[in-house]
């Protein structure tokens, strides 16, 4: 450490130690109560005080390092890589000192007619994801009042394309329904080694059948269809007349390219059929300077389906854009089961991070210094996953008739990592 980080590297060492392993913190300044944390607590706020100094308050020069240190360590940076892209909001009401906070997305059930809205950040992160279930972020950037989430998480994969190696890494980046559009889409289309497999919203698409005998511009755009069932019924209202419109052609009228399948149980030992349709070569409209002409992608068609009726569980299926120059080297069955199905792993340790690590109990005046605590999240976060497969479970007696079985050799999950390492440390 202290060759990346200088004389900051002890006291950077111990705090990711402390808050990799200490479980009974309720604030940040309580991990300096870690017995791995050799210094007072004041040390904390003077850490990020002489991190700001150092950089001359440039965040990203401190963000630049984390993720390089990282690189040297990740245990997985060749073949197929799995990316995952999302944005989390962490709530920042009572922070007046904060200048950039802004409106994010808060689910609110409990007072009929407030809107889902709080006062705080969004958080864009971009986690590297593995078939154990971890999802660990590679980047973790602040959404700025000037920028938009998607514009971030655009240039954080941009900025790790530039790092791996372009000839034996071959990126597969998935997102939820916010990624599926052209303003995210368009501008990542020209790099080679990336597929991006992302949700799509009810929406027209078309058929890429250009051609130039047509008198005048040549003709990119083939026939329109709807992202919708055959019995589904169009929301869509005329701006004019505020009648319902006439729907498009359903996409379950064109008939697929590819047909697949295979079987899954619930929880509740129920089996369910996973059926998925491909369509090649379908393309979206422009957007707002987003270019997409001559940018095709194939869509994915998810329906899960009862065994004895075969008829569909949802009302509405999934759609999956697998959009890039190599979507052609991602079978059906591996888009929606090998990448996409893992998307939300990332998920469950966005609430890792800001329940149990802190994210969101980090309290100080100075915006820089919250900026300052995202890489140290990435460095503790991956410091767990090199744990995992070294530590051995050691739940309180009380908790040990909940947990499953760990079997020989198998890696243990985030959260049983966290609370064993501290011995091991």
């Known amino acids: 450490m202290t060759e990346r980080f200088g004389s900051n590297g002890k006291s950077l060492a111990n705090l990711v130690m402390a808050i990799a392993s200490y479980t009974d913190a309720k604030s940040t300044v309580e991990y300096s109560l870690s017995p791995l944390y050799n210094y007072q607590y004041s040390s904390i706020g003077k850490l990020f005080e002489r991190l700001l100094k150092v950089d001359k308050g440039d965040i990203s020069i401190f963000s630049g390092l984390v993720e390089s240190f990282i690189k040297d360590f990740n245990p997985q940076f060749s073949g197929i890589i799995k990316t995952q892209l999302d944005t989390l909001p962490v709530y920042k009401p009572h922070s007046p000192t904060h200048p950039d906070r802004s409106a994010v997305y808060k689910p609110n059930l409990t007072i009929q007619g407030n809107k889902p809205v709080e006062v705080g950040y969004n958080i864009s992160s971009l986690n590297q994801g593995f078939d154990i279930k971890w999802s ?46 052209a303003g995210f889409l368009s501008q990542l289309y020209e790099y080679e080694n990336l597929v991006n497999i992302v949700r799509l919203k009810n929406r027209n698409i078309y058929d890429y059948s250009p051609h130039g005998d047509t008198n005048g511009a040549n003709k990119i755009y083939g026939k329109v269809y709807n992202l919708r069932r055959l019995q589904e019924k169009s929301n869509r209202k005329n701006p004019k007349t505020k009648e319902l419109t006439i729907p498009k052609t359903s996409i379950f009228e064109k008939q697929p390219d590819a047909i697949d399948h295979y079987f899954v149980k619930t929880h509740k030992g129920r089996q369910v059929k996973v059926e998925l349709k491909l369509f090649h070569q379908m393309s979206m409209r422009s957007q707002n300077g987003n270019n997409m002409k001559h940018k095709v992608f194939d869509v994915v068609v998810v329906d899960y389906l009862d065994t004895e009726t075969l008829k569909p569980i949802h009302q509405k299926p999934i759609y999956l854009a697998v959009c890039g120059k190599k979507k052609n080297d991602i079978t059906l069955l591996d888009a929606y089961k090998e990448h996409y199905g893992h998307r939300y792993d990332i998920e469950p340790n966005n609430r890792f991070m800001k329940h149990q690590l802190g994210l969101e109990r980090f309290q100080t005046p100075i915006q820089e210094h919250f900026d300052l605590f995202l890489p140290i999240i990435q460095l503790v976060e991956w410091l767990l996953l090199l744990a995992s497969s070294e530590v051995k479970s050691s739940p309180q007696k009380w908790q040990k008739y909940n947990e499953k079985p760990i079997l020989e050799g198998q890696r243990l999950s985030i959260a049983q990592t966290r609370k064993s390492c501290q011995p091991f440390f």
């Open 136 to 181: 660990i972020p590679l980047s973790l950037k602040r959404v700025s009042i000037q920028d938009k989430s998607i514009k971030v998480g655009q240039q954080q994969l941009i900025t790790f394309l530039k790092t791996i190696d372009q000839e034996h890494c071959f990126v597969v980046n998935t997102g939820d329904s916010s990624y599926g559009c």
